[in-house]
T-cell receptor
Framework: NAGVTQTPKFQVLKTGQSMTLQCAQDMNHEYMSWYRQDPGMGLRLIHYSVGAGITDQGEVPNGYNVSRSTTEDFPLRLLSAAPSQTSVYFC??????????FGQGTRLTVV | GENVGLHLPTLSVQEGDNSIINCAYSNSASDYFIWYKQESGKGPQFIIDIRSNMDKRQGQRVTVLLNKTVKHLSLQIAATQPGDSAVYFCAENTPWNQGGKLIFGQGTELSVKP
């Protein structure tokens, strides 16, 4: 997890609130992505970016927005939180087709 | 491929035995595969990777085998230790022209009995 910083580690939101999950890396990685992990399931890709100014949708993009204005940062925005978005969120960064690193995760609860 | 809300497959082994964890992947065009280990409350940790031009790759106490004919990966852990207890995920990297995304399998929970 070295060089990948996710904040916050824990968050509780009320339905309808908005928030931004932060992911920052200092390894000059072009590839950054967001996954969610639900109990008993593997990680599912939400959005990803192959470089500054470029983003694309993954498997489960609905309810989430992203932007990539710099190489270092890839924030994930929830505009109107729903209980179905209760999950653990992981940011992953790397270079294409090489070892990639995950952050420690953000545990989000929407009540 | 797709994840469904099922209980994770579980593998229980005795300390010192060898462990074999299997994984099937979906995209025959995938060209890069990774095994991750995830301990409770932590993010996935890289274990070993393999490219599609290889059949086998060895690391420290771990070996990954790739069978492209049947789209199957396996992770072998030699002399399994209690510290190996975790959930293990395989992941396939889709080619660049298909987005270069990492798609995770469901995961297998490895339990090591002392």
């Amino acid at each position: 997890n070295a060089g990948v910083t996710q904040t916050p580690k824990f968050q509780v939101l009320k339905t309808g609130q908005s928030m931004t999950l932060q992911c920052a890396q200092d390894m000059n990685h072009e590839y950054m992505s967001w996954y969610r992990q639900d109990p008993g399931m593997g990680l599912r890709l939400i959005h990803y970016s192959v470089g500054a100014g470029i983003t694309d949708q993954g498997e489960v993009p609905n309810g989430y927005n992203v932007s990539r204005s710099t190489t270092e940062d890839f924030p994930l925005r929830l505009l109107s939180a729903a209980p179905s978005q209760t999950s653990v969120y992981f940011c992953r960064t790397g270079r294409l087709n090489t070892e990639a690193f995950f952050g420690q995760g953000t545990r989000l609860t929407v009540v | 491929g797709e994840n469904v809300g099922l209980h994770l497959p579980t593998l229980s082994v005795q300390e010192g035995d060898n462990s074999i964890i299997n994984c099937a992947y979906s995209n025959s065009a995938s060209d890069y595969f990774i095994w991750y280990k995830q301990e409770s409350g932590k993010g996935p940790q890289f274990i070993i990777d393999i490219r599609s031009n290889m059949d086998k790759r060895q690391g420290q106490r771990v070996t990954v085998l790739l069978n492209k004919t049947v789209k199957h990966l396996s992770l072998q852990i030699a002399a399994t230790q209690p510290g190996d207890s975790a959930v293990y995920f395989c992941a396939e990297n889709t080619p660049w022209n298909q987005g270069g995304k990492l798609i995770f399998g469901q995961g297998t929970e490895l339990s090591v009995k002392p």
